[in-house]
């Protein structure tokens, strides 16, 4: 579907997904609208930090950035080592010569990627049209957020004088199907756990991560914290256009990876494509299925074998990874989507499709 420069693209979701669709398409000599629900881009989040993965679609995400002419206004960080902590065995450093993430904050403050995409939008002539809950129908791009929970995050945010570090807990007595993080960066702090709805049968498990972490690191959380949540969708077969030629992006379209929950990179890589095929009339189905759905099928295969591994086995696989001069190198290599990959996918995708 491509679109006239003579009347306005709607886009629905001023998210990461949404925010850039709008500055792709005012490059390209368009005049975007977008839609977001709250009073400002970022007013959902908490000034958690997130990060942008460099094993999947980029070496390096910020460069991609700089390529596509966003500029990086917003505060980040490149991080090339954290520690693994477990219940039953020693915690494990890995370490690697270049980053295994770009962290970023999440929010309205200034230097938080949410709000610079913003000023960048607006300062370009993107409209953007603040508290309005718009329903599809007149839309040309859906960027939302998911509406299927499939996977949970609880976790705070605080202040603290410590040092940079970055943590990862992998201890079966907190979660069996995802994991717990805690990121500590320039005074900020994100102590969050990911986890699919059969991991919270008693409905405390931040509560178990908190207590990990004063009691194996002994951190002190402070009792002033900021308290957040959100969910998100595990459904690689939410469609990617729908009948009326609407682009789906970002989480609406289900892009991202399966394994670890990252979405970003996938957020950016997906409106750049939508873009593409509005102005260039280059094909979205075909360009998604060469760059991004590999990627994403062999995520979802990982995160199937991932939840059968017990923590024996996860210590195993991380202790690889400690010993390895290049553990990026292997990291990527696990993301290739290869035949036996490409067989299971078929395997789990029907049994996903007959639930």
């Known amino acids: 579907m491509k679109v006239s420069k003579h009347s306005p693209i709607k886009i629905l979701g001023g998210g990461i997904a949404g925010l850039t669709a709008g500055i792709f398409l005012k490059q390209a000599g368009y005049d975007p609208i977008i839609y977001e629900k709250n009073i400002q881009c970022g007013a959902g989040r908490h000034g958690d930090i997130e990060g942008l993965e460099t094993w999947n679609f980029n070496a390096n995400p910020i460069e991609f950035l700089n390529q596509l002419n966003i500029p990086l206004d917003f505060h980040y960080r490149a991080e090339t080592h954290f520690k ?11 370490s690697s010569p270049s980053p ?41 791009i859906i960027a939302t957020g998911a509406k299927k929970a499939r996977a949970y995050i609880q976790g705070i945010t605080f202040k603290t004088d410590l040092p940079d570090q970055t943590h990862l807990f992998l201890n079966n007595s907190l979660t069996k199907t ?23 049968k008693d409905k405390n498990i931040l509560d178990k991560l908190i207590e990990i972490c004063q009691n194996n690191l002994e951190i002190k959380i402070p009792e002033e914290n900021q308290k957040f949540g959100s969910y998100g969708s595990f459904d690689i077969n939410q469609p990617k256009i729908d009948k009326s030629g609407k682009l789906y992006i970002g989480e609406a379209g289900g892009f991202q990876d399966y394994l670890f929950g990252f979405g970003m990179n996938s957020a950016i890589q997906s409106a750049y494509f939508a873009i593409k095929s509005l102005v260039s009339s280059q094909n979205f189905i075909k360009n998604i299925d060469n760059n991004i759905m590999p990627h994403m099928k062999a995520s979802l295969v990982n995160r199937y074998f991932y939840e059968k591994l017990n923590e024996k086995n996860k210590y195993k696989i991380c ?17 290739n989507y290869s035949l036996k990959k490409k067989l299971m996918f078929k395997l789990l995708n029907r049994k996903l499709k007959s639930l």
Request: contains cysteine; positive net charge.
């Open 84 to 94: 693994i902590h477990f219940d039953q065995f020693p915690s494990i450093q890995i």
């Open 100 to 140: 295994f993430f770009y962290f970023l904050k999440r929010g309205d403050s200034k230097g938080d990627i949410d709000r610079e995409l913003q000023t960048l939008a607006l300062s370009m002539g993107c409209e953007i049209r603040f508290g309005f809950a718009s329903k599809k129908d007149n839309m040309a």
């Open 319 to 335: 202790k690889i990874l400690s010993e390895s001069k290049d553990p990026l190198t292997i990291l990527k290599k696990r993301s």
């Open 178 to 200: 995802g994991y717990g993080y805690l990121i500590i960066w320039n005074g900020n702090a994100t102590l969050s756990v990911a986890y699919k709805k059969e991991d919270d």
